[in-house]
């Protein structure tokens, strides 16, 4: 088991840049990145393994986002460039061998 605590969160224009934080409380390997809009199904948005091999399960998302890991921390990011108002959501880190989640972070994009 490992506790997952996500951050970087917040309102933004569109255009904009944020940066997620998800940091363990232990070692981790492969993590993931999931966004949830009330009334829709969590999706996954991208993944990356120990070894930092990336993928982006969301076209939509791919030239924007990086996913990327610092595994002396603990710690996996989201950084996310050129947002738009569909991307507001609820995103949440997941670590994918123990199957933990955040308690999720807000992410909004209004002008």
């Known amino acids: 088991q490992v506790r997952l605590v996500e951050s970087g969160g917040g309102l933004v224009q569109p255009g904009g840049s944020l940066r997620l934080s998800c940091a363990a409380s232990?070692?981790?390997?492969?993590m993931a990145w999931y966004r949830q809009v009330p009334g829709k199904e969590r999706e996954l948005v991208a993944t990356i393994t120990s070894s930092g091999i990336t993928n982006y399960a969301d076209s939509s998302v791919k030239g924007r986002f990086t996913i990327s890991r610092d595994n002396a921390r603990n710690t996996v990011y989201l950084q996310m460039n050129s947002m738009k108002p569909e991307d507001t959501a609820i995103y949440y880190c997941?670590?994918?061998?123990?199957?933990?989640w955040g308690q999720g972070t807000q992410v909004t994009v209004s002008s």
């Open positions: 232990g070692r981790i390997f492969s």
């Open positions: 997941r670590s994918i061998n123990t199957n933990n």
